[in-house]
């Protein structure tokens, strides 16, 4: 039997490679300016486009889908061309795959700052876009397996089981997340509602975490570090109990994103368990990258793609002990909703995301350009910039969380709130805010910098568009001896690895969705709560439009401090009409559950107008246009009939009427507002989202009130 030739191809990677360093330079940017405006709310230009609401979202889009997303796609075309020895399926399906990619991240950059957006955090992209995703990732699939199908080497490598996990869970993920009912070209509502919602929202946002920005990369891992420290990996009994121990565990930690909350208590318990158990797999998979590198301590010292992995791995480490600490319901009581989780995911996305990305890139480039790398010690000085980036960011992140969460529990000796107004600790925390923009624009300085590095490597050398190689075809499946363990016998089928993966995350999947999805009496109804009226459901979208789930959580936790500031604690059949739920994961500002009546309609007006006029200090961004800009009622009578659809009890043929009683209400808020001598019409958005805001938390009267500003 003779060798075949055939060639890699190089050229899907070095696009996928050019798009990650252009993406992360953008993505990272918008993350700085989204930063700044934290201290400095003029920072978004006094532009509705830019505002904090709007551009946070398409920041975690752009360093998640875009940056690490096409990092991903390009460690993934290199490494499986060369494990599975052959060329990529098809040249057709990958250019499909990086062109399709591109075009679903542009609409991101066009869609969410213009306010089109779910809501749902790291899945904000509407229903046409999610559609374009499916078939993208379809695609992708279709390539990979297609690969694998016509490899010329047997086993499968521990790298490709992480990628078959990848694509399968990712899928799943995106599918049942996805579930929302179409209000027009660019505006659905999700199937689920309130706590049914906040579950698939939180199963899929902590495992997109898990599926998305780990396995994948764990698999790149495996196949970079050993190359780049020409060692094998340290064990691959290790690797095995590694990757089936991750990817059952990981799928069942969502919860632990919900505790306090109105999620049944069983469902929070099964997440803090389960989170728990993660650290075991997570620290395996740390220890098997960092042993491989034993003895090769030397040449750690010497060579910085080998630097950047080992502090990759270490916040690796660090992220995945601290996560399911964060789990606990001591420390969660403390930590969420404050700067302490943005601490914890960028240490995640900027050690462990970024610098493994670096290391991949400065290692890859030379080599499909048959080079060497233009400036080690413009690689070096990235680094360590890099390293001190990280620090600057995280530290005062930390630091934030507990000045915030402890200054808001904290009680006086006679058991009143020592600090009843939420806007005191935000102002606290202004300085810390201000180290972490520093952090920020030093870590994207390294990253220019490794993009011009890059590109001078790329100009002395020449791409390698089609790398040629050979190896002896695949052996025939009856020549090939049956010896071996259970595992290496099912590494040599990948259909059958494949549904095995799925089985063993669709296990945790539907023991937690189910029950909360299908029986309801899981999530008791309350007589009191009624659906909104047309405009309240108007100004509800100009809400989620705006992005104020960003900055404002909407459920009061069980805890003494949040009763005493904000009033009674959330019940679940309060949320049962709410597609989608909007309990938000950050109090950038204070919570609004109860926020209805606390306030006249006037002292709205004025705070949306100018929020420093009724809050000194208020870091809150002006929201003038909604003072200006008509509402849009042409899209009432559907909003109310794809409600219905969803089971929300308006009556028959309500969507008829709707708008008579949108006007109706209107002008009553505009009345009301003109007694405080604010002329503005009924048709402008500020009365919609001024009802909105009058209603909530009214349909269960508070026990107690408080100054919230």
Known sequence: MQPEKFYYDNKIVRNFGIATVIWGIIGMTVGLIAAIQLYHPGANMHNQFTTFGRIRPLHTNAVIFAFVGNAIFMGVYYSLQRLLKARMFSDWLSNIHFWGWQLIILSAVITLPLGLTTSHEYAELEWPIDIAITVIWVVFGWNMFGTIIKRRERHLYVAIWFYIATFVTIAVLHIVNSFELPVSAFKS????????????????????????????????????LPKMANRPIYSYKLSILHFWALIFIYIWAGPHHLLYTTLPGWAQSLGVAFSIMLLAPSWGGMINGLLTLRGAWDKVRDDVVLKFMVVGLTGYGMATFEGPMLSLKQINSIAHFSDWIIAHVHVGALAWNGFLTFAILYWLIPRIYKTELYSKKLAAFHFWIGTLGIIFYAVPMYWAGFTQSLMLKEFTAEGMLKYPNFLETT??????????????????LGVIVMAFNLVKTAKQGSLVADEAAQAMPLEPVATVAKEGSWHRRLERRPIQFMVLSLVVILIGSMIELMPTLTISSNIPTIASVKPYTPLELQGRDIYIREGCSNCHSQTVRPFRSETERYGEYSKAGEFVYDHPFLWGSKRTGPDLAREGGKYGNAWHYNHLMDPRLMSPGSIMPEYGWLLTQKLDTSTTAAKIRAMRTLGVPYAKGYDQQANADLEKQAKEISDNLYIDHIKVKKDKEIVAIIAYLQRLGTDIKANKTANNN
Do not use: C, E, K
């Open 189 to 224: 509502y999700m199937v689920y509602a309130g706590v049914q919602d906040a579950l698939v929202q939180w199963w899929y946002g902590h495992n997109a975490v898990a599926f998305f920005l780990t396995t994948p990369y764990l698999g790149m891992m495996y196949y970079f």
């Open 427 to 444: 102002l606290r925390i202004i300085p810390m805010h201000v180290m972490r923009s520093i952090g920020g624009s030093i870590y994207l």
